[in-house]
């Protein structure tokens, strides 16, 4: 595979072919529903937008959101991700405690294998060579209602405990 640079364009289209390729298709590591039922009708819609940047941009978008977007989705290079989650973990803390309808959800790349086999990059047209990891910043109100009606149709049926209570620490329950 010839190497692609980390940039804006080809992470775009990275995160096209995985929406298309991976998250609407049906799962058996999803209870046979699509990993991310919403993300191509988001993606068709043009109501996510993706930035490349590190904590200063996630910072930025939180104090200009103006829901042009239903989702922000910021890349970041993989020397740059190091306490990335525990960031995550604090400002979502302090956005609860201001009362801020919006949550970050990282995305850590890692060198383990994937939960679910059909995530492999080579199934879903990865085209960057090097790693990087994400934020996904959206509002928290519609995060947790979209859970909610998942929960209740046997989506996270077959997930692990942990994440499980990540669901339910980030709906406040």
Known sequence: ???????LDNVTQEIEN??????DHPSEHY???????FA????????????I???HI?????HTWDDQYEIVVVAIAE???????????MVNQDLVEYGTDLVLMPFIAGDEEPDDPALKPESWGSIINEAYSLVFVQRLSVVNRISEVLEKMGYYDRLSPEF???IKERRGS
């Open 18 to 23: 995985w929406i298309l390729n991976y998250l």
């Open 164 to 166: 499980m209570r990540y």
């Open 53 to 55: 940047g590190g904590e």
């Open 79 to 89: 020397d740059e991700t190091e306490g990335l989650e525990e960031y995550c973990k």
């Open 1 to 7: 595979m010839t190497a692609v640079e980390f940039n």
């Open 31 to 37: 209870n046979g529903m699509k990993p991310c039922p």
């Open 40 to 51: 191509r009708e988001a993606w068709i819609k043009d109501k996510c937008h993706v930035l």
């Open 58 to 62: 996630v910072h930025q978008i939180l």
